[in-house]
Every structure is written in C-alpha cells, then in structure tokens.
C-alpha cells in the first residue's frame, strides 16, 4: 500500500525545511522506516506554515494514490496539523488519517474528536501503524489494534484499545530511513548526525511530558540501545556519508544508568581507535547526585571523544526549580562546580534555560542570568520561553491559576512569544530577554562582533514575522536567479 507520512516544522525556514541531518525527527521516521520494511511505498511530506497545503496535498493524493495517512504531532504543531488533517478530507472524504505523537498520547480523547482523525496513536507508534496498514491493505475497517483509538467511520463509535507495554528492547528497532530526509536538508555538509541511545526519562519534570508518558503504560520506561547496536548504526551512517564528524547520542539523560553510560563510552572509545578519523559525540545530562563532582564520567566522555552535552539549568531560582519545575535537585553551586569540571577536562557544554515559567519573576529570572553566566557555558546557551503543553502537570497549574493566553492553544510559534500572563514578567519583557540572552551571558567573555551576530538572530527568530520576510526575499532571490 502507498502511505504518507507528514512532519510539520512551525518556524519559517530560510531554505529547505531541516537545516541539518541532526533535526532529522525520531519518532516518524520510525513509524515511516517499520511501514517500508513491512513492503509499504512510503513517502514523506513536511509541511511548513508558508507550504500551499490544497495544491501540494491534492497533487500527492492524486499522483502517488496513498491509502493511509500518518501524522505526527507536539502540542505546538497541532495547528498546523489540524490544517493539514481538514484539508486531506477536503481533497479525499474516504482518506484514511492516523494522528500520533505526545499531544495525541497525552490527549487522546480531544484529537479522536477532530473531524479529520479516523485512529489516534497513544504511545509507541510503530506496530500500531504495520497492523492498521495491514487491515488497511486487505480492506478491512480497522480495529482490535493496541495503541490505536479507533473512530468507526459509519457508527462514529470509538474504540479505546489497550497500551501495549513499552518496548522493552530498543535493538528490535530498525535503523531509521535517513535517505528519505535528504531532499529537506538545507545543509547536508552539516556533518553532524543523531543516533537514538534511549528512550524515557527517570527524573519527573512538571513542565516535561516524561511524567506523563511514563504513566500510559506498563513496563519500562527508561531504556537504553545496547552498545553493539548504536557502533552497528554509526557504521550503517559512516557508509552512508562517509563525512560524518559529530554523531548525537539522543536520550534525555545519559547518566541516568551510569553502569550502562561507562559501558557504552569504554564501547565508543574502543571503537573510534578503530577508525582513521575518529568521531566526536555529543548528549544530554542531567545533573543529579550521582553526577557531580563526577569525576569519572568526565575522564570517560573525554576518553570518548565527546565534544559536548547539554545540560538543564533551566532556572536559576532554586525555589521555582523546586517548587514549580520539580528538577532533580541539584544546587546553582553543583552546578556551577560540575561545569568547572568540564572545562578542567575540557569537555563542553550547552547550558538550557526557560523564560517566563509560572510563578517567575524578573528578579527570578535575573538569577537565571546570574547562574549561567558563573557557569560559563562553553558551546552556548539554549534558551526557551516557556510552553505550557497539554498533559503536563505544569499545564493543570496555568489553567488552575488563570494564566493562560486566549492563544494557547493555537500559537504556532510556542518558543517565541510567552502564551502566559505572568504577573511578574510581562509577554514583552519575557520576549526582550529571550532576545538579549547572548548578551547578558557572554558580555565580557565575548568579543563584541560576536555577540552582535548572536544577538540580530536571535532577534529575527524571535519575530517569526520578518523571518518569513526574510525567507520570502530568499526564495524569490532563488527563483529569479537560478
Ligand atoms: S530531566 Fe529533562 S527529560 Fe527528564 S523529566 Fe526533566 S526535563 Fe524531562
């Protein structure tokens, strides 16, 4: 059977949708990669808010004929996939549309009411998708199918089907379909790439959607890739660009099995003495009692040649990391110190910071600043103004204490502009910091011209308006020049 799979990216983007292999998304391209392995013709769209969604869908509708559409949606794209979804049945009535993702996990009762979702995927999507496409392919009316809510198409009944447990072995997954990213990639010289390490999180953020997923059903939640499987995967990528440089061990924490982390660093140092150039890694940390002041876990990054890791600061003021983000307690000293370490051991580091949370401040949000300019990040700072996404706990909070925007739940655009009333913190002053972040953290460290360039991006990527200016101006440049 022939089968769409649709991303959405809800930022304007300069050329093409992704600018680097490293944005390639997991959770589609695995869904997209199990369904071709299972015999299907798949091909994949993704869509833009500047994309003529009518013309670009009815051409594909009507040229490659699929019989099941596969969506994928976070809570910040469901607009735009609610365009995408009204407009698959204007064109095709009887199109199959599955909706998957963390917004319809979380959610699933509201995103099976939508008038375009015939099945809603809760959880990991990938042998609910091989099963409806199966059913599909022999022309039943699907169901029975765990995972997946079902909207009967002639009684409207919905059938709610049992979570399977998580998967316990991540190996069993394929290695994803990168090939089919390449005609989005602007910058495929980019040379860094992602791997899947593991999946789920221990630590129970309010603001992150780990403490609810973990909750959808049984078996493990945190797991991890074997060694042998991540070096299979890198060799598979090697071949297929031989001009890799960095590879992006993705997990949400990688000392969260700290016997599991050293196996796999003594694995990838072993394995780069086998190659000719040896690859630079990069993951996520978050710090926790058993990391800082680790010592060992920096000597084996260093011995693994891992260039950088992020690492959630995300705000300065130990009472609203406590009493509102619910962070694994660490304090700004740790912090502070465990970065001395990294720059001792000359490992680098991004540090991660959210703007405009509940219950924020300037004044808290100046210790923010304060932190991490102590910390000194040495690979950047990333900086977000604060989502609220449906399903967390620190969503129930912004609706229970009124500060949620009448445009919550329709902003594309949820890193640029606050969807709070904060009493503290208006939306202009949250945007104004994110805008002069750079600033406040690298004045004195930086050189001036650096920080100006920093800054004027910051500023187009805050203002999602002159960025579509600008892409507009480039792509009519493009078109009348080529
Ligand atoms: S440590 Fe990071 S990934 Fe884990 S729950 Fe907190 S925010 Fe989410």
């Not at 199959?96 to 999507?125: K, M, R, S």
């Not at 069993?172 to 990639?185: G, V």
């Not at 789920?200 to 890739?225: D, K």
């Not at 609220?388 to 229970?400: A, F, M, S």
Request: overall charge positive; proline content about 6%.
């Amino acid at each position: 059977m022939n089968i769409v799979c649709v991303y959405s990216i809800t930022t304007y983007s300069l050329k093409k949708e992704l600018y680097s292999p490293g944005d390639i998304p997991f959770g589609i391209s695995f869904v997209a990669t199990v369904l071709k392995k299972a015999g299907h013709t798949v091909k994949l769209v993704v869509i833009t808010p500047t994309t003529p969604l009518h013309e670009k869908l009815s051409t594909l509708i009507e040229d490659f004929k699929p019989g099941l559409f596969c969506l994928t949606a976070v809570s910040s794209q469901i607009p735009i996939i609610k365009k995408v979804g009204k407009t698959i049945k204007q064109i095709a009535p009887s199109m199959y549309v599955a909706l998957g993702g963390a917004h319809p996990t979380l959610n699933p009762a509201e995103v099976i009411n939508y008038d375009f979702t015939d099945a809603v995927c809760v959880g990991e999507g990938e042998r609910a998708a091989v099963e409806l496409a199966r059913q599909l392919e022999f022309g039943r009316v699907p169901g029975g199918i765990s995972n997946l809510w079902i909207k009967n198409p002639f009684s409207g009944h919905i059938e709610r089907n049992k979570v399977r447990p998580f998967r316990d072995d991540l190996d069993d997954l394929p290695f994803i379909d990168r090939e089919m990213w390449e005609p989005f990639i602007s910058n495929k010289k980019g040379k860094i790439y992602t791997v899947l390490a593991g999946r789920g999180c221990p630590n129970r953020c309010t603001y992150c959607s780990n403490h609810a997923l973990a909750r959808i059903s049984s078996g493990r939640y945190v797991r991890f890739r074997s060694p042998d499987s991540i070096i299979a995967e890198i060799k598979e990528l090697l071949a297929f660009d031989p001009n890799v440089e960095i590879v992006f061990l993705e997990t949400e924490t990688l000392g969260a099995n700290l016997k599991y982390t050293y196996h796999l660093l003594e694995r990838l140092t072993e394995f780069n003495r086998s190659l000719e150039k040896p690859l630079e890694f990069g993951t996520n940390v978050a710090l926790t009692t058993q990391i800082q002041d680790n010592r060992n876990l920096l000597q084996a990054f260093k011995d693994a040649n891992l260039l950088f890791f992020r690492i959630g600061l995300e705000s300065g003021s130990e009472k609203v990391r406590r009493e509102v983000l619910n962070r694994p307690r660490y304090y700004n000293k740790d912090l502070i110190e465990f970065c001395r370490l990294s720059r001792e051991f000359d490992v680098k580091y991004t540090i991660n910071i959210l703007i405009g949370l509940p219950g924020e401040t300037r004044a808290d949000f100046q210790e923010t600043i304060d932190v991490t300019r102590q910390c000194q990040p040495t690979f950047g700072v990333a900086a977000s103004i604060f989502f609220p996404y449906p399903g967390t706990k620190l969503h129930t909070v912004c609706r229970q204490q009124h500060l949620l925007q009448s445009r919550a739940g329709t902003t594309f655009f949820e890193r640029t502009s606050t969807v709070l009333n904060l009493p503290g913190f208006s939306p202009w002053q949250v945007k104004k910091e994110l805008i002069l972040i750079y600033y406040k953290v690298y004045k004195g460290y930086k050189p001036w011209p650096d920080i100006a360039s920093k800054t004027l991006r910051a500023t187009v990527e805050a203002f999602p308006w002159i960025k579509r200016w600008i892409s507009k101006v480039i792509h009519v440049g493009y078109a009348l020049f080529r």
